[in-house]
């Protein structure tokens, strides 16, 4: 495990030490942090991590850790351990390194401690390791090289076309090929905003793209819909909506007109009883505009569909579950979302509904996890610069 960039206080041998002896901690005085954690063994997966914080003082506990994009929120009110899973595809990136973020503790001092973290893995055999090799990747990947250089060469029509920064920004890559792609977009572009303007406009574009998609299977009741795929879109949308609201919506507006948004009444009958015939006729018509509704909306309505195909009993779900995954974090995300669009006056009606679905949904993880991220959104809105 190496800390060189988060602890300088501590050696990584230290490091180790101490983040795995009962009673011990780390402690950092800095906003952010990062832990890098190494795996020497060749024959090993990491598969997920566990995080223990609170046991010195619930308030010096970070208020939240990113892995892979995903963050995970802290609410600690006592000593408290975290689990973290790995999807498949996150076990892959994680092959001999992985980053673990560590946000700012509630502590005026900003001594952010650290109890204990705990890696768990497989052996590559029972985790289904892919059987190609490095060596074989690399020589796929060099064959291609020269049969696009020869292709370009001699002018033939099968020269092979590489990926462009846009298309690297909107895939699954490592996180290195993520900022490396960044930089160059920077590099291109003579101002940073219109870099943000061009990066959040080809980021909100993929997540349009996938959402219409996903949005036309409602004939299919989401049975083939990923959940996994759905939380990466949410993740991108929160990220431009917290840091560069007004381009979010600029590109909302530029994409769907309000005249075209229509909400039911989150009050009303057809809400509670969607088996009736004048409400089957609703969503029958809603179907045939859904590749021109709103950003904002298809996003709340991928997520009733994933919702509705939860399992009522999770012990008699088959192996791969269907459904919403990560609610608590989907529903936080949802939240600040809605809240980047209230910076313009014209969408107060619809921000207000999409808040009063999901406190009145009659799944009190939903209606919770919206309770607690509307009551930190408002917070932060209040409290004093």
């Known amino acids: 495990m190496s800390a060189s960039r988060a602890f300088t206080n501590y050696i990584t041998f230290n490091t180790y030490c101490r983040l795995n002896t009962t009673g011990l901690y780390v402690v950092c005085n800095k906003d952010q942090f990062q832990i890098e954690v190494s795996n020497n063994d060749a024959n090993m997966v990491m598969c997920g991590i566990r995080v223990l914080v609170g046991s010195q003082d619930a308030q010096k506990a970070p208020t939240y850790v990113e892995i892979f994009g995903r963050i995970i929120s802290f609410n600690v009110l006592r000593s408290r351990w975290y689990d973290i899973p790995f999807s498949r595809e996150e076990s892959l990136q994680a092959d001999k390194k992985l980053t673990i973020v560590f946000g700012p503790c509630q502590d005026p001092e900003l001594m952010t401690m650290i109890d204990s973290v705990k890696i768990y893995g497989k052996t590559k055999d029972a985790f289904g390791w892919p059987e190609e090799t490095d060596d074989s990747a690399v020589a796929n990947a060099g064959n291609s090289s020269n049969t696009g250089t020869s292709a370009a060469g001699s002018?033939?029509?099968?020269?092979?076309?590489?990926?462009?920064?846009?298309?690297?920004?909107?895939?699954?890559?490592?996180?290195?090929?993520?900022?490396?792609?960044?930089?160059?977009?920077?590099?291109?572009?003579?101002?940073?905003?219109?870099?943000?303007?061009?990066?959040?406009?080809?980021?909100?574009?993929?997540?349009?793209?996938?959402?219409?998609?996903?949005?036309?299977?409602?004939?299919?009741?989401?049975?083939?819909?990923?959940?996994?795929?759905?939380?990466?879109?949410?993740?991108?949308?929160?990220?431009?909506?917290?840091?560069?609201?007004?381009?979010?919506?600029?590109?909302?507006?530029?994409?769907?007109?309000?005249?075209?948004?229509?909400?039911?009444?989150?009050?009303?009958?057809?809400?509670?009883?969607?088996?009736?015939?004048?409400?089957?006729e609703v969503k029958d018509g809603e179907r045939n505009i859904s590749n021109n509704k709103h950003l904002l909306l298809q996003l709340v309505d991928v997520l009733w569909m994933l919702h509705k195909i939860n399992p009522e009993i999770p012990a008699l779900a088959p192996v791969v579950v269907p459904g919403l995954k990560y609610t608590e974090q989907v529903i936080h995300a949802l939240v600040e979302i809605i809240h980047a669009f209230q910076t313009s006056e014209n969408y107060s009606n619809i921000t207000i509904r999409l808040y009063i679905q999901l406190l009145l949904c009659h799944d009190p993880i939903i209606a919770f996890s919206a309770k607690q991220a509307l009551c930190k959104v408002t917070n932060a809105d209040s409290s004093p610069l």
């Open 155 to 280: 002018g033939s029509s099968n020269e092979v076309k590489p990926l462009s920064t846009t298309q690297l920004l909107t895939l699954p890559t490592p996180p290195s090929i993520q900022v490396h792609s960044k930089s160059l977009m920077l590099t291109i572009h003579p101002t940073k905003q219109q870099y943000h303007s061009y990066k959040d406009q080809a980021l909100l574009e993929h997540v349009l793209s996938n959402l219409t998609d996903m949005t036309s299977r409602k004939e299919l009741n989401g049975v083939d819909l990923d959940a996994e795929s759905y939380y990466r879109l949410v993740l991108i949308v929160r990220g431009i909506a917290v840091s560069r609201p007004n381009n979010l919506v600029k590109f909302a507006d530029s994409h769907a007109s309000l005249q075209d948004v229509v909400l039911e009444d989150p009050l009303g009958p057809n809400n509670q009883d969607e088996s009736t015939e004048d409400n089957a």
